[in-house]
């Protein structure tokens, strides 16, 4: 059973290279010959993440937006050892700012909380799930607070390294299953079942939520993540 496992895992490996390789032919074609861009491959230039792994260990939530901005924070060689000091956090009445933060809050199974950044959306900032290991028709569920205009400007990213991304670019296998009221506040459950996905993606590790644009729309808010059962794909 395992090696019929590997050589199924061996084949959509090799399909999504070959899409990825096809993509980035076409994209690149040109009569300029000594220009060849794989754009696919994205070395964060600043690659620090903040997770939290769900409570029954089965995949990791993390993102790019931080606390503190680190990018953005000046050099100054006299003082740069206060960066990990309380002299560097944010002071102010809004104590809570860290706890707001937290992205254990996407994880704790209570879609009461969310995780929420505490700022509008910037072009490149993202939100991913890291299922430990490459699996193959997977069905899973989001539920968000911000706003549906936010998610429609997200691109949705698969890949089986953290290394090489492919866009998922279609709508098919992913479905809008309800929206709760929670607080007074709207949120919408997402179903992501790649069994439905079109041929090639239905295996992947991780799979990212990222912002293609600067948003004046609002935050990322992440209330739940959730793993469905092979029992309950029926239901959806």
């Known amino acids: 059973e395992s090696s019929s496992k590997f050589l199924q895992y061996q084949y959509e490996s090799s399909v999504l290279a070959i899409r990825i390789l096809e ?21 964060r230039r600043f690659p620090y993440y903040v997770k939290s ?23 100054n060689v006299s003082k740069d050892f206060e960066r990990g000091t309380r002299k560097n956090l944010p002071k102010g009445p809004k104590v809570s700012f860290f706890w ?18 505490g700022r509008n959306v910037s072009q490149g900032e993202f939100f991913a799930l890291d299922f430990l290991y490459i699996r193959t028709n997977l069905s899973f569920s989001l539920t968000i607070g911000h706003a549906w205009k936010i998610q429609k400007n997200i691109d949705i990213n698969l890949s089986f390294d953290g290394l090489w991304w ?8 992913i ?14 459950v ?7 996905f079109n041929a090639g993606f239905h295996s992947f590790r991780f799979i990212a939520f990222n912002s ?7 935050e990322f808010q992440v209330c739940d993540v959730k793993i469905i059962a092979k029992t309950t794909i029926t239901t959806l």
Request: hydrophobic share 25%.
């Open 23 to 43: 993509h980035n032919l076409r994209r690149n074609q040109s009569n300029d010959t000594n220009y060849i861009g794989f754009s696919r491959k994205q070395n």
């Open 53 to 75: 792994s769900s409570p029954k260990d089965d995949f990791i939530f993390f993102t790019n937006i931080l606390p503190i901005d680190i990018e953005r924070i000046p050099f």
């Open 100 to 117: 707001s933060h937290s992205t254990v809050k996407a994880v704790d199974n209570d879609p009461k909380t969310c995780w929420r950044p």
């Open 166 to 173: 492919i866009t998922y670019r279609t709508t098919k296998g």
């Open 175 to 188: 479905t809008i299953k309800s929206h709760n009221s929670t607080l007074n506040e709207q949120q919408c």
């Open 190 to 196: 997402i179903i992501f079942n790649s069994t439905e």
């Open 212 to 218: 293609s644009r600067i948003s004046s729309l609002g």
